[in-house]
Each structure stands twice: as structure tokens, then as C-alpha cells.
């Protein structure tokens, strides 16, 4: 049965000249908080080949912080989209939209996406992107370079939506956190995840997670504090953590409704060695 689900999405604009200066943006050596009063007109960016469209990069690959990853908020408008997103061959990518609807062709294949809507797309793929409707699109971009790994097939494109996946209560936590996992774990074709994460009110990461993983977290509803590298920071919708390799992280979810997030990590790969160069 689909459940029909809230996401948030910028909206742009410029504060008033009368709005206090500071804020809960932060970056240190293991992570950083780029609140959603942050994404304003100012910091937007544009890609070529693309029409009527804007983004907000809250990610991308810095050396001895996270590098495997970058990550667009995109906002396209009417009529507006590209016969050529994507210029690299070796990038893989995630798309979820948080607001509107879109149209996103796959390898010939038309697929329409609205809120919850998710597709993946290996690298190499064959695809467009189109806004047919009046009102904006709004949808999250995460991109990878793919780890190809001889003797094992890079994945299909796939298109699905949050409001159909049911998601995996995590073991002894009575259902309140829970997973929505949009491709298997023992699937080693995969080299990332990009998963929902869902918090019920008193819900809690109970020990500070310290791995090897890099993360992006957008928190798509609710509010929770977070514990990151000693530090607690309180978050809401709108807001984005970005966490690199062993930045230890726990949450308490305080409510008074769910806490969701969408996740990226990177798995499934040896760790690749900085070679001394000839």
C-alpha cells in the first residue's frame, strides 16, 4: 500500500537586510551543517546544456575531507530541463524529487516522477530530464564515480518512489527506526546507497556510529539533535550534515513528529590506496 510522505525543499530568496548575520552553519575537520536559511539566491549555481534551471551544491569532493561524492538540490522550471545532464561517462547518479513533478527518460524509456520519486542511473547511461508542467521541480541529485569492479556487471537503471518501498525496522527497535532501502545490501554491483532514514519521536542512534563510510544527510521532515564528534547540533527540515569518513554520529529524535533523512553513503569497495608516484 503506497504512504504518501512530506519532503522539504529551498525555496531561494534573499533575507532581509534585518535578519541577524549568524547562524547554525558550521564547517570543522570531521563535518559540517549547511542550514536550509543558508540556500538562498546568492549561492545558487548553473550547469551548461540545461534550461530554466538552477541548483544548490551542498556537496562535493574535497581532498582530506569527503571525496567520494557530490551533491545538487535542483530546481527547474517551466518547461525547463536538458537533453545532456550528464557530461561524465564514469558518473553515477540518484535523483529524488522533494517537490513538483518531472519527466526523466531513461534509455528511450519515458518515466514520470513527483514528490518521492526516485531513479538510478549507472554510469553511462542515456538520459533527459524534462518539467512538462507550470510549476517548478524540485528533486536532489547525488553523483558518484563508479567503482567498477572486473568480473561483476555495472547496475540497470531503475525508477521507484518512497511512497512505495516499505521500510525495514532496524533489529530490537520496536519499528521506531526504520529504513527504506531502494537497493539490496548483498547487491555488489552497488558501490553506494542512497536510503531514507526514519526516526518516530523518542527514537535514538544509540552509540556513536564511527565508520568508514562518507555521508550526506538532508533532513527531508521533523527535527533531532544530533551528536557529531563530540559536539551535539540540533537539526530540522531543510538542513544538511555532511559527515566524512569516521565522524562519530548519533541522534536522539525528540519529535513531535517523525524525523526522516535522505542518506548517502558509500559501500561495497575496497579502500582504495594513495599510490606513491613514479
Known amino acids: 500500500m503506497s504512504t504518501k510522505h512530506t519532503y522539504y525543499a529551498p525555496t531561494g530568496g534573499l533575507p532581509p537586510q534585518t535578519q541577524l548575520i549568524s547562524d547554525r552553519a558550521i564547517f570543522t575537520e570531521s563535518y559540517a551543517i549547511i542550514p536550509k536559511r543558508v540556500l538562498t539566491d546568492i549561492v545558487i549555481s548553473y550547469l551548461p546544456f540545461w534550461e530554466n ?5 551542498i556537496a562535493r569532493p574535497l581532498s582530506g575531507f569527503s571525496e567520494t561524492f557530490s551533491q545538487y538540490i535542483v530546481e527547474v522550471g517551466a518547461n525547463g530541463g ?11 547518479a540518484v535523483l529524488f524529487v522533494v517537490e513538483g513533478e518531472m519527466e526523466v527518460t531513461i ?33 536532489h541529485w547525488i553523483r558518484k564515480a563508479y567503482q ?17 518501498v516499505e521500510a525495514i525496522a532496524m533489529p530490537n527497535t520496536e519499528g521506531v527506526w526504520k529504513t527504506t532501502r531502494f537497493t539490496e545490501q548483498s547487491d555488489m554491483r ?7 532514514v526514519t526516526f518516530q519521536p523518542g527514537g535514538v542512534i544509540p552509540f556513536d556510529e564511527t565508520h568508514v563510510m562518507e555521508h550526506g544527510l538532508y533532513v527531508l521532515e521533523g527535527k533531532a539533535v544530533y551528536h557529531l564528534n563530540g559536539e551535539w547540533v540540533e537539526v530540522e527540515a531543510g538542513d544538511f550534515m555532511w559527515l566524512r569518513a569516521f565522524c562519530p554520529q548519533s541522534c536522539y529524535a525528540g519529535g513531535p513528529g517523525p524525523f526522516r533523512y535522505l542518506l548517502y553513503k558509500d559501500v561495497n569497495r575496497h579502500m582504495p590506496f594513495i599510490r606513491p608516484k613514479n
Request: hydrophobic content about 35%; aromatic content about 8%; glycine content about 6%.
Open 53 to 57: 534551471m538552477r541548483m544548490w551544491v
Open 148 to 164: 567498477a569492479v572486473e568480473g561483476i556487471d555495472a547496475p540497470e537503471p531503475f525508477v521507484t518512489s518512497d511512497n512505495d
Open 190 to 196: 552497488h558501490d553506494m546507497h542512497v536510503n531514507i
Open 82 to 92: 536538458s537533453d545532456k545532464p550528464e557530461l561524465d561517462e564514469s558518473a553515477e
Open 107 to 139: 534509455e528511450g524509456t519515458k518515466h514520470a516522477l513527483e514528490a518521492g520519486g526516485y531513479a538510478y542511473l549507472p554510469p553511462g547511461c542515456k538520459w533527459t530530464l524534462k518539467n512538462n508542467s507550470n510549476e517548478k521541480v524540485k528533486f
